[in-house]
């Protein structure tokens, strides 16, 4: 009923700058909140950043002054921009929105597919 479409990951060299979009779509009567969760390999899916409708934002320690985190609500979609990219930033990157798909219910959370970050010179 409610899909997430990433894009924006790449190759970029350390120091570099990446900006990653995901767009919801579907049965979607509002959004809750939106965040940014990676996994590298061998890890643990770990929080990046979130972001609630009103522009209340939160980061990882490791990303804090590097990461930007915002969300369009008219077009349902959250951004992550990402400065001065460290190889340890490697990762695949999943996008997460709490949706409502009607009126007077309580919202479910949805996944995107993930977008490859990688960081190497």
């Known amino acids: 009923q409610v899909q997430l479409v990433e894009s924006g990951g790449g190759l970029v060299q350390p120091g570099g700058s990446l900006r990653l979009s995901c767009a919801a779509s579907g049965s979607i009567f509002s959004i809750n909140g939106m965040g940014w969760y990676r996994q590298a390999p061998g890890k643990e899916r770990e929080l990046v950043a979130t972001?609630?409708?009103?522009?209340?934002?939160n980061y990882a320690d490791s990303v804090k002054g590097r990461f930007t985190i915002s969300r369009d609500n008219a077009k349902n979609t959250v951004f992550l921009q990402m400065d001065r990219l460290k190889p340890e930033d490697t990762a695949v990157y999943y996008c997460?929105?709490?949706?409502?798909?009607?009126?007077?219910?309580?919202?479910?959370?949805?996944w995107g597919q993930g977008t490859q970050v990688t960081v190497s010179a």
């Open positions: 997460n929105a709490n949706v409502r798909t009607s009126w007077g219910t309580f919202g479910s959370n949805y």
């Open positions: 972001i609630t409708p009103g522009g209340s934002t």
